[in-house]
């Protein structure tokens, strides 16, 4: 397994952006895809964003879809979340999520598909 560490959460007035990194060691995610999520008190951890190991093809929830920003840099071995205009029902713990799967060739959409995982970064949006 690969370890993950998100860096970049913090308090954000409403309107605001914050980027989020996923720092990842103990193996190369070059050929993995990866996947954004969030986890509100009470509720599901949702998929987020994802990004194929390949970087040629996304997805995003409708809620964040045209705010959000999932990238790669392989290079650094490091994937990342931009997110604008930030609302309060954006406020959660995202987590950073490598897929089981080596070069898969579709993207992972759901939680059983990703067996790394990031400790989260708190991400709270103030109105």
């Known amino acids: 397994q690969v370890q993950l560490v998100e860096s970049g959460g913090g308090l954000v007035q409403a309107g605001g952006s914050l980027r989020l990194s996923c720092a990842a060691s103990?193996?190369?995610?070059?050929?993995?895809?990866m996947g954004w999520f969030r986890q509100a008190p009470g509720k599901e951890r949702e998929l987020v964003a994802a990004?194929?190991?390949?970087?040629?093809?996304?997805y995003y929830a409708d809620s964040v879809k045209g705010r959000f920003t999932i990238s790669r840099d392989n290079a650094k071995n490091t994937v990342y979340l931009q997110m604008n205009s930030l609302q309060p029902e954006d406020t959660a713990v995202y987590y950073c999520?490598?897929?089981?799967?080596?070069?898969?060739?579709?993207?992972?959409?759901?939680?059983?598909?990703?067996?790394?995982w990031g400790q989260g970064a708190q991400v709270t949006v103030s109105s």
């Open positions: 999520a490598a897929d089981a799967l080596r070069m898969r060739t579709v993207l992972a959409g759901s939680v059983s598909s990703y067996d790394s």
């Open positions: 103990g193996r190369a995610v070059a050929r993995y895809g």
């Open positions: 990004i194929k190991w390949s970087g040629d093809r996304t």
